[in-house]
C-alpha cells in the first residue's frame, strides 16, 4: 500500500494517556465507537503526523527528538497500520486552523469510569437543580459518623434479617401479590422515587462529602428522558483515587442493603396488623431487591458496569467488548487485527449485554403496551405508539449528535456554543422547568377511572357428586370422562341380579293375590243364591199349606170325623214342612255369608304391600342404574377402571360439572368494597392465559368479610359465560373492578387520607 506524505491524524479523534506504566495512549474513534492502544514509541509517531509532515524530514526530527533509531520502512508499517484502522485523513484537504489544532489528550477522562466524558458532567444538561445540598449531607455525615462504630452489629442484623426474610418467603410472597394490587405504575414510580431513589442520592452525597468531593446540587433528572428522579451532582475532579471512586459506587448498593434490613425487620413486626405501613414495607422490601438487582447488574449501563470498570482499570470496558464481538464475525485487515482484543471474556460480556439489552426493552415493551391497552384501550395504544416515538427521537438526537463530532464540531467547540448561548438556553431551561412542573401538578386533577380487585378464583356454575347408593360389583361403564353429557344419560351399571328377582317375585305376588281378591268379591254367585230363594219360598210355602191341613184336620178330628192317627200324619207333616223352611233359610244364610268381609280386607291390604314391595325393588333396581343429575362434564379421571370393581353404599364413583357458565370469586380488600356495586365492570386475567383479559360483571357481593394474610376481604362474584369452555375450576388469577371515577390525585392518596382519617384518629386520646 502506497500512501500519500500529507496523509495525517483525524483531528475529531479523543487521545487519552494510558494508565499503565508503558507510556503509551490510548486513542477512541467516536464514529464507530472502536476504541485502540498504542505503546509509547507508536505515541510519539502519532503526535507527529497530527500535522502535514515529509516523512525522511519528520523521520529524522522524531530520532534527533527522542533519540530513537526510527527507520523509513518502520514508519511505513505504522502507517499502513493506522490508514487501516481508518485514522488518517488527506492532509492537502485540510485548512491552516485545522492543520494547527492539536488533538486534545484529556487527562481526566482516561482516569475516569469508564466513559470520555465524566457522568457527573454530562447530566448537567438533564438535571434540573432544587437548591444545594452540602450543608445538609454535611450534617447527616455529621450524625451517620459515630454510627460506624457499631458495623459488626449492622451486620449481625442483616443476617437476621436475611435469614428471616428467607424463612417466610412463601409468607411474604402471598403478601407482596396482595399489596401490588393496590398500587397502580405511577403509584410504584412515586413510591420508587421518595424511597430507595431518595435514600441512594442522600447516601452518595454524604459518602462524597466524607471525601471532600462538593455537591453543588441537588435536583430531578428524566430517566429515559420521561420518568423523574432525584439526582445529587458530585464534582469529582482528577485527584480521586481508584479507592474512593469504588466507595462512591458502592454506596448505592449500601443504600438498599440498608432499607432491605429496616423493610424486613418492620414488616415481621407489623405483619399481622395489616396496616398501611405493613404494604410500606412489603412494596419497600420488593423496590429493594429489584433495584438492587437491576443497579448491580454489569450488563447495563449502571453501577455495577462502573464498579467492574473502575475495579479492572477498564474505562471503556463495553467499547473494548463490542469491538471484539464485532471483529469475531467481520474479520479486520491483518494489519488491524493484530491489535484488536481477542479476549474471549470480552466478547461474552458483549453478547451476554447486548441480549440483555435487547430481551428487556421488548419485555418492558410488551408489559408497557398490555398495561396501557388494559386500561386505557385505544388512549392506551396512542400513549404506547407516542412512547415509541418519543424513543426514536431520542435515537435520532443521539445520532445527530455523532453527525455533529463528524462535521468537526468537538467539545470543545460545542462548550463555546454553550457559552455564547448561555442565557437563551438558561431561559428555555427555565420554561421547559416551568412546563413540565406545570403538566405533573396538573396531571393529578384529570378524571381517572378508579379501578380495585384482587385474587380470582374459578368455580363452575354447577358442581355435583354421583355416589353408589347400592353396594355392588361395578358391571358396566358406558361412557368416557371429560365428555359433554346430557341429563338422564346412562354412565354406568352395578351388578342388580338379586334385584330383578326380587322385582320378579313381587309382581307374580301381586298376579296371585289380585286374583284371590277377585274370587273373593265374585263368591257367592248369583244362580246359587237365587236358588237358595226359591228353595226357601217353597218350603215356606209348603209348610203355609201344612199348617192349614193341620189346623183343618184338627177340626174333623174334634168332631171325630177321621181318625187320631190321620190327624197326627197332618200334624206330623207340618212339623217336617216348618223343618225344612229352617234348613232352607240357613241353607239362605249360609250361601250369602260364604266371604268373610274380614278376608276381602285382608287381602286388599295384602295387595296394597305387595305394590310397595314392586316401588321398592323398582327404586333399588334404579338405583343400581348410575345417570347425569343434569347437563355437564364428568371430570373423573380414568372411570372406565372401576369395572368390576366392589362399591360400598355411599362411595363416591364420579364428579360433574357444568362449566356453560363459571363463577368467578374475587377477594376485594375491604377499604375498597365501597367503590364498587352490582353491575360493576370486571377484567380477569389467568395464568393459563396471561395474554387474554375476560370480561364480566359484579353479580352479588357477600355481605360478610372473611380473613386473609393481608386484612379481611370481601367475596365479590362475577358470573362469566364459558360456551368454549376455556375458564376451568381451579383456575387462578386476577381481577380488576372498575369503580368510581374520581380525580387521579384522590386516586392515588386514597391510602394516605384513610390512614390519616382512621389509623391517626385512633391513636388520639
Known sequence: ??????????????????????????????????????????????????????????????????????????????????????????????????????????????????????????????????????????????????????????????????????????????????????????????????????????????????????????????????????????DIDDSLSKEHRLKIISSSFKARFILFLIAVLFWVVSRHQATLFTEFWITLIWVSIVSFLFLANPLIGADGYRYLSIYFNEPRLRENAFFALRHTFVKPPESVGRYVSNSLALKLFAFLSLLFIVSFVLFISYLVAGWLKLNYSGLGITVFISLVLYSFWLMKSKNRKIKMRKAGVDRVEKKEMMTRNNVGSFASTRWLRSIFLGTFFAAFFLPYQYETGGTATIFPIKSLQIYAEMPGIVENVRVESNIWLAKGTLIAELSNHKQLRDLGATKQAIIKTTEDLNILLSTPSEEELALAKEQLNIAQLEYKYSIADKKRMELLYEEGTISLVTFLDFKEQSEVDYQEVLVREANLKTIENQVNQHSIKSAKAELMILQQDLIFYEEQLKRTRLTMPSNGRIITMNLGNLENKYLEEGVLFAEIENTDEVKVEISVPEPDIGQISLGSQVSLKVFFLPTDIISGQVTSIFPQTSESDGGNVFKVISIIPNEEGVLQTGMTGYAKIKGKKMYMIEAFTRALIRFVLVETWSWLP
Open 1 to 234: 500500500m502506497v500512501l500519500q506524505a500529507m496523509s495525517i491524524l483525524r483531528d475529531d479523534l479523543h487521545v487519552f494517556l494510558s494508565k499503565d506504566a508503558s507510556g503509551g495512549c490510548i486513542l477512541t474513534d467516536p464514529n464507530v465507537d472502536s476504541v485502540y492502544r498504542f505503546d509509547e514509541k507508536e505515541s510519539i509517531m502519532l503526535e507527529a503526523i497530527k500535522q502535514p509532515y515529509q516523512k525522511t524530514v519528520l523521520v529524522a526530527k522524531i530520532n534527533s527528538k527522542y533519540g530513537l533509531d526510527l527507520r523509513i520502512s518502520e514508519f511505513d508499517v505504522f502507517l499502513e497500520k493506522v490508514s487501516g484502522l481508518g485514522l488518517l485523513t488527506d492532509g492537502t484537504e485540510a485548512t491552516p486552523e485545522r492543520a494547527s489544532k492539536p488533538v486534545q489528550i484529556d487527562k481526566s477522562s482516561a482516569s475516569n469510569d469508564g466513559a470520555s466524558e465524566s457522568k457527573e458532567r454530562k447530566a448537567e444538561s438533564n438535571h434540573w437543580r432544587l437548591f444545594n445540598p452540602q450543608n445538609l449531607l454535611d450534617a447527616a455525615l455529621a450524625v451517620a459518623k459515630p454510627l460506624g462504630y457499631f458495623y459488626y452489629l449492622y451486620v449481625a442484623v442483616f443476617l437476621f434479617a436475611v435469614v428471616t426474610f428467607i424463612l417466610k418467603f412463601d409468607i411474604y410472597l402471598a403478601d407482596l401479590v396482595r399489596t401490588r394490587l393496590d398500587f397502580s405504575l405511577a403509584t410504584h414510580l412515586i413510591f420508587t422515587m421518595f424511597t430507595v431513589n431518595l435514600m441512594t442520592q442522600l447516601s452518595r452525597g454524604v459518602t462524597a462529602r466524607n471525601y471532600g468531593i462538593p455537591v453543588p446540587s441537588f435536583g430531578i433528572i428524566l430517566a429515559f428522558g420521561l420518568i423523574p428522579r432525584f439526582d445529587a451532582t458530585l
